[in-house]
């Protein structure tokens, strides 16, 4: 065997072991959760869509579309939001966190809302911890509808569940949401 062919078999070795050795400390990584439970909390999203301070801007839209009054939400168009999550319905409630992310018009011919969006509580229990919802919202179903909860942080680790949505009130300069959750976490 030539000198270079013997270098190139070595590497090749060692190579081999390195991969062994993260796959097999890899399965021997773990994680254990604590016991199970299930959380109901409620809060209010209050969003101001426009005004000196929105909680709520445009980042994008389709060129070529028209918006206005009428036609607020044109498919394609893109929303980067930060709004804060009261704990009663009026305006002067404590606030109790915020939810930020994403919100994108995804329907073509009905309206429809894609909604991605950590929604991060800064007082209480929940103090650090945040819920993830990345979900359809249909937000023209304003009595009742019900977005996914895919996970979160702090005590949400692994967190799943659902949210309970009801549009309280909706005009161009304030948008007030109640949230009801329900979700599964571990101690
Ligand atoms: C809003 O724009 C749409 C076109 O996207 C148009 O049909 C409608 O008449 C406009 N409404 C107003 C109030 O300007
Ligand atoms: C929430 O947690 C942060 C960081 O630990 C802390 O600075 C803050 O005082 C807490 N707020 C409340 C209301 O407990
Ligand atoms: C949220 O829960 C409250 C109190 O349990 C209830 O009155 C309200 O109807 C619920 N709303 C939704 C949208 O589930």
């Known amino acids: ?3 270079e062919r013997m270098n190139n078999v070595i590497i090749l070795h060692l190579l081999l072991l390195f991969v062994l050795t993260i796959v ?20 209010f999203f209050r ?16 060129k070529d579309t028209i918006m206005n009054a009428s036609n ?19 305006p002067n409630s404590k606030v109790v966190g915020q939810a930020q992310g994403l919100a994108v018009s995804v329907g073509q011919d009905k309206l429809m809302v894609a909604f991605m969006v950590d929604c991060g509580f800064t007082s209480g229990e929940f103090n650090g911890s945040s819920i993830s919802a990345f979900s359809r ?20 680790r692994m967190a799943r569940g ?22 599964f976490h571990y101690e």
Do not use: W
């Not at 969003?47 to 389709?62: F, W």
């Open 162 to 183: 659902f949210a309970e949505l009801h549009t309280v009130t909706a005009t161009a300069n304030v948008v007030v949401v109640e949230y009801n959750v329900t979700i």
């Open 24 to 43: 097999s400390q890899a399965s021997h990584a773990h994680y254990s959760l604590g016991k199970e439970k299930v959380t109901h909390f409620h809060f």
């Open 47 to 62: 969003e101001r869509p426009s005004g000196d301070h929105p909680t709520t801007v445009l980042v994008a839209k389709p």
């Open 72 to 90: 607020p939400l044109p498919f394609g168009a893109v929303y980067v939001l930060d709004v804060p999550l009261t704990e009663g319905l009026d």
């Open 137 to 156: 919202n249909p937000i023209l179903e304003t009595n009742h509808r019900e977005i996914a909860i895919v996970g979160g942080r702090g005590k949400f």
């Open 1 to 3: 065997m030539s000198n």
